[in-house]
């Protein structure tokens, strides 16, 4: 299995622009998970999802976030409209739902000017 | 609330020397406890867990549910072992969920 695949790797936009990262699972996986790290920050969880339905999302910041999950093997974080201080690595994770170990993407790089 | 601590950003030693990274936890449950390791840019991969009890690339830690604490410990760094770490809390309710600490750096200086 090529593990889970995030894209875009790097993304450089302008501040009020829309943004939207994509995620694949882990094919198999019925837990999804965004995370977001800064260098103030570390990890945070934003949302997490369970066969496709989000269970928590205490953790999106405010209304610009946005997260779907349509089908097993894709899901979208998207932010519109975006800011400087939404700078930050995105990392998308999946995992068994009664397993514990959570595999992490390589992220998402953005950078808001 | 489930909550990981971890003190040190930054933890700076030479080759060859002991290395214990802090982490401690608060949570009212029976938690399950993961270190998670990224090298430079590269994602974040498991490195051990607490209910393995095992040891890998040298690396150790143990629970201490007395002093809520699940520090790893290696007894000789290697370069390779500069990294970011991360202590993480799973709440072990049925959905696995990981609450991270803020992580701590480890540079190995030759």
């Known amino acids: 299995d090529a593990g889970v695949i995030q894209s875009p790797r790097h993304e450089v936009t302008e501040m009020g622009q829309e943004v939207t990262l994509r995620c694949k699972p882990i094919?198999?996986?019925?837990?999804l998970f965004w995370y977001r790290q800064t260098m103030m920050r570390g990890l945070e969880l934003l949302i997490y999802?369970?066969?496709?339905?989000?269970?928590?999302d205490s953790g999106m910041p405010e209304d610009r976030f946005s997260a779907k999950m349509p089908n097993a093997s894709f899901s979208t974080l998207k932010i519109q409209p975006s800011e400087p201080r939404d700078s930050a690595v995105y990392f998308c994770?999946?995992?068994?739902?009664?397993?514990?170990?959570?595999?992490f993407g390589e992220g998402s790089w953005l950078t808001v000017v | 609330a489930q909550r990981v601590t971890q003190p040190e950003k930054l933890l700076s030693v030479f080759k060859g020397a002991p290395v214990e990274l802090k982490c401690n936890y608060s949570?009212?449950?029976?938690?399950?406890l993961f270190w998670y390791v990224q090298y430079s840019r590269q994602r974040l991969q498991l490195l051990l867990r607490?209910?393995s009890r095992e040891s890998i690339k040298g690396f150790t830690a143990d629970l201490n549910k007395g002093e809520t604490s699940f520090h790893l410990k290696k007894p000789f760094a290697q370069e390779e072992d500069s990294a970011m770490y991360y202590c993480?809390?799973?709440?072990?309710?049925?959905?696995?969920?990981?609450?991270f600490g803020t992580g701590t750096r480890l540079l190995v200086s030759p």
């Open positions: 994770a999946s995992s068994f739902h009664t397993g514990n170990t959570i595999y």
């Open positions: 094919s198999g996986h019925n837990s």
């Open positions: 999802f369970n066969n496709n339905v989000p269970i928590d």
């Open positions: 949570y009212s449950g029976s938690p399950e």
């Open positions: 607490h209910i």
């Open positions: 993480a809390l799973s709440p072990n309710t049925g959905f696995q969920k990981l609450v």
